[in-house]
C-alpha cells in the first residue's frame, strides 16, 4: 500500500496534474481538449496523463480515433483514509501551552 500511496501523492504534487483532474471532474475529456488550456506541448501533457494514469487516478480508452481520459475517483480513497488518520487530532494552540508551561514549572533560578 505505501507504493501505491508514494504513486499518488507523487502524482498529485504537480499543480498541472491537479488541474488536470480537476478539469476532469467536470466530464470525461479528449486528450486534445485537455491540453487545450495550457502552455506546453501536446508530448508534456501526455507524459502527464502517463503519471495519472500510471497512479490510476485517470484511465484512458481510445474512442475511434480519438483518447479519451476519465477521471478514477476511487484511487483517491487509500490517500484519503491515510490523510483522515491524522483528523483526530486537534491543532495544538502553542500560546496556550506556552502559558501552561510557565504556570506549572517554576522558573529556573538564574543565580
Do not use: Y
Amino acid at each position: 500500500m505505501s507504493d501505491t500511496l508514494d504513486t499518488v501523492f507523487a502524482a498529485l504534487a504537480d499543480p498541472t496534474r491537479r488541474a488536470i483532474l480537476a478539469m476532469l471532474l467536470e466530464d470525461d475529456m479528449a486528450v486534445t481538449d485537455v491540453a487545450e488550456p495550457f502552455e506546453m506541448s501536446l508530448a508534456a501533457i501526455s507524459k502527464h496523463l502517463t503519471i495519472l494514469t500510471r497512479a490510476g487516478l485517470i484511465s484512458q480508452d481510445k474512442r475511434g480515433r480519438v483518447k479519451w481520459c476519465k477521471l478514477e475517483p476511487d484511487a483517491l480513497r487509500a490517500a484519503s483514509v491515510w490523510m483522515q488518520g491524522f483528523g483526530q487530532f486537534e491543532p495544538v494552540n502553542l500560546d496556550a501551552f506556552e502559558r501552561f508551561l510557565q504556570a506549572e514549572l517554576p522558573e529556573a533560578d538564574p543565580s
